[in-house]
């Protein structure tokens, strides 16, 4: 039938029998639901934990089969929404609503976009029922009550029942042809989010764990102000999870902590999957603490993934926060080339992960359908709460204006112009350095069905310097706000180890036929990974460095190891800084370069017999502390899907150029291939 139907569409011709006896009490007559075996994999939902679950894909039929009495009439289907112990005390908008299914003769004269039944097979006291899900139907828990009668006696039965977005059924919004991307957006419930700068992308392994029961039950709990036209609608649902997975607004799942501070909680980085933090959130109800970005992207790809949303996580590598919505961040100088940070509101990520998810928009005009950009990190509000998208990449691609939703923001996270602003004598600030290149690099995801990265910068933008690319932003060309003869260039080696001093140098070219003299500052900031600012550590002024024509003249600065090892304990990045005029010509330029230091690498070894299914055996994990400094209170944390669930060992401190090792004990209990 095209959209994983678990049951055949034909009604079989059936022999005539007698007629019941209408007088007849058949009240003592056991009646019950009796199910295929083969309706899991039928419905794509073979991975979910909860075998005591029945979880359909909407667009497709549920077969039950009713044993009870020979020729039972089937009076009605009715489905509500399901509550358990668990959600009882959970208020819904849907609560009380009651969807009749219509009977039909048989599939063919079933209506589309209706929920209905019909007989597809009688057999002696079997009566097997064809429950049709439109494939527009709301999402959720339901139960389906079926009345029946024989004889003189009516009964019930109940069959509760989830329903899922389908993304295999060609008349879903959400469908995805290749199957290939389903086994990863959907199917997938592990794979790596991608974390560091543009000159050092690593990978961060993550445990989706959208299977899980709780990952399902408090996703759903998410979707609990939604109307059914809405609990229907992807669009919706995606924009109702960017919204509802931060504490802002709504008393969301995750608390957003960027301040280093992290009394009360867990440190963002401590996080290796989506698991624990949903099923905090689901037992107590209250938010979580704490996350960042890659954080709340890795919720929302569980949250996406669970209900049947083809999604994945995204990371761009210099990503604006555009607080004006402008397509620019604009940042102030003073006369000698240092920020005036109270004046620059905007700031730029050395990354932002978010997430994106495949479907239609017949909200929107034609041209606009694919993936779409959601983001949980709660940044800018939109129509009053922290949500983002979704937001067509199409439409961020060619700078599009459209009221759904947010692309406006994200043109400007990946496509934004910086600009640099310098005051001058008379107080007015000018335009001296626009740099149009470093915003929205290596934008990155996990490709399907391998463990590598993929780069899907040509999703989101024209190629830089392109009279499209431009054209998106409104912009024509850019053009140098000064003459410029004197070159610039940032020389470091990238490979530097954490503990070991760093060495930058900014290479000053005469490409004149002039001697020509600069003065200027060199500094280095350690930032957080979204941009703020939290100390210098190095700085160096030249002053009247001449440059004979042709020639190349460099000013280097060291950064001592013990300056920056306060920073160790958070993901620290730093910027190089410059600042520089040319005094012949009154050239001035001005950059800001991200870098990164090399970390340690982790050792994990799996013994062959921990592959196995229901075999045990241990993962060992070994680390060498390469520092000049002894760590303190060290801990390991293991969590591997179909393995084992998290284990934590505390391995206290560690001597500077010490190795150990920590043994944990894993049993495999299903097939895979996981991360």
């Not at 969807?99 to 209506?111: F, G």
């Not at 043109?411 to 915003?439: C, M, P, Q």
């Not at 140098?480 to 070991?500: I, K, Y």
Request: proline share 5%; net charge negative; with cysteine.
């Amino acid at each position: 039938m095209g959209c994983g139907s678990s049951v055949s569409s034909k009604v079989e011709p059936q022999p005539k029998s007698a007629p019941l006896d209408e007088t007849t009490d058949y009240s003592e007559r056991h009646a019950e639901i009796q199910l295929p075996p083969s309706r899991r994999d039928a419905h794509h939902t073979a991975k979910f934990h909860a075998k005591e679950l029945e979880i359909y894909r909407r667009g497709s039929e549920v077969a039950l089969t009713i044993l009870w009495v020979r020729d039972a009439q089937i009076l009605s289907v009715k489905l509500r929404p399901h509550v358990t112990a668990e959600t009882q005390n959970d208020v819904t908008k849907i609560d009380g609503t009651v969807i009749e299914a219509k009977a039909c003769d048989d599939k063919a004269n079933c209506a589309a976009g209706e929920l209905s039944f019909y007989i597809s097979k009688r057999v002696g006291d079997k009566t097997s029922v064809a429950l049709v899900l439109p494939a527009n139907f709301p999402v959720g828990h339901w139960e389906a009550t079926i009345e029946a009668k024989a004889g003189a006696t009516t009964t019930e039965l109940v069959h509760p029942m989830v329903v899922l977005f389908n993304p295999w059924c060609p008349e879903d919004t959400v469908h995805m042809a290749e199957q290939g991307l389903l086994e990863e957006y959907i199917l997938n419930d592990d794979g790596y989010i991608y974390v560091g700068s543009t000159r050092r992308i690593s990978p961060r392994a993550w445990n989706f764990a959208q299977f899980n029961t709780k990952s399902l039950f408090c996703t759903f709990l998410l979707l609990k102000d939604l109307s059914l036209e809405e609990r229907a609608d992807p669009v919706i649902v995606a924009r109702t999870l960017s919204a509802k997975m931060n504490v802002q607004d709504d008393n969301g799942v995750l608390v957003g902590n960027w301040s280093g501070k992290y009394e009360g909680g867990e440190k963002p980085t401590s996080w290796t999957g989506s698991a624990e933090i949903l099923k905090q959130y689901w037992t107590t109800r209250k938010p979580v603490k704490y996350g960042q970005c890659w954080v709340f992207s890795g919720i929302v790809t569980t949250g996406l993934r669970a209900l049947g949303i083809p999604g994945r996580s995204v990371t761009n590598f210099g990503s604006v926060h555009d607080t004006d919505m402008n397509r620019a961040l604009d940042k102030y100088f003073d006369a000698d080339g240092e920020p005036l940070e109270h004046l620059t509101h905007d700031s730029m990520w050395n990354f932002h992960v978010w997430n994106e998810c495949w479907m239609r928009r017949p909200d929107l005009e034609p041209g606009y359908d694919g993936w779409q950009a959601v983001d949980a990190t709660p940044q800018e509000a939109s129509a009053g709460k922290y949500q983002t998208g979704p937001a067509s990449l199409t439409a961020v691609k060619n700078g599009v204006k459209q009221d759904r939703f947010d692309v406006e923001f994200v043109v400007s996270e990946v496509n934004a112009d910086i600009n640099h602003y310098r005051k001058g004598a008379d107080g007015e600030f000018k335009l001296y350095y626009k740099d149009t290149k470093s915003a929205g690099n290596f934008i990155s995801t996990k490709r399907a069905n391998a463990n590598e990265r993929e780069d899907v910068t040509h999703l989101y933008k024209h190629p830089e310097g392109t009279f499209e690319e431009r054209a998106a932003l409104g912009l024509n060309n850019a053009e140098s706000a000064t003459a410029t003869d004197v070159s610039f260039a940032v020389d470091l080696d990238e490979d530097t180890p954490l503990g070991q001093d760093v060495q930058v140098s900014i290479v000053c070219t005469n490409e004149s036929d002039e001697p020509r003299t600069v003065d200027g500052v060199i500094y280095i900031k350690a930032v957080a990974y979204d941009g703020r600012p939290m100390k210098e550590v190095a700085r160096k002024h030249a002053r009247e460095l001449s440059i004979a024509p042709g020639e190349k003249e460099s000013v280097t600065l060291s950064l001592a190891a013990d300056d920056y090892r306060e920073f160790l304990a958070e993901m620290t990045f730093f910027q190089l800084r410059f600042f520089a005029k040319v005094a012949e010509t009154d050239q001035t330029a001005s950059a800001v370069f991200p870098f990164a230091l090399k970390y340690p690498e982790v050792t994990i070894t799996v013994e062959e017999s921990a592959l196995r299914v229901d075999g045990t055996g241990k993962v060992r994990v070994r680390f060498h502390n390469p520092l000049p400094w002894d760590l303190d209170n060290v801990v390991v944390k293991l969590e591997g899907q179909g393995l084992t669930k998290v284990q934590v060992e505390k391995l206290g401190d560690i001597d500077a150029g010490e190795a150990v090792e920590a043994s944990f004990p894993v049993q495999a209990v299903e097939e895979g291939e996981h991360l």
